[in-house]
């Protein structure tokens, strides 16, 4: 006996929006510490004063902050996803 199956006859597309934060750091500081209110351990994106993307240490206080470490100070922002 063949059985064949049916196509959906409702379909439900569900969209989700990912939150993010941008930290603005006005301030030249060799450590930022940041409360985004993400409730997630975020990817980092920093960048100077110039637009260049800078690399330093990300040490997750929580879901909601994180302190950033770099190696001289500079003014910035940091985008979190």
Request: charged share 10%; with cysteine; hydrophobic share 40%.
């Amino acid at each position: 006996m063949a059985r064949f199956i049916q196509n959906p006859t409702t379909t439900t597309n569900i969209y989700t929006t990912d939150a993010n934060f941008v930290h603005d750091q006005g301030v030249a500081a060799a450590e930022w510490v940041v409360t985004h209110n993400l409730n997630k351990f975020c990817s980092v994106t920093v960048v100077d004063t110039a637009n260049t993307v800078v690399i330093g240490e990300i040490e997750y206080n929580s879901v909601n902050q994180a302190t950033l470490t770099f190696q001289s100070a500079f003014a910035g922002k940091a985008y979190f996803n």
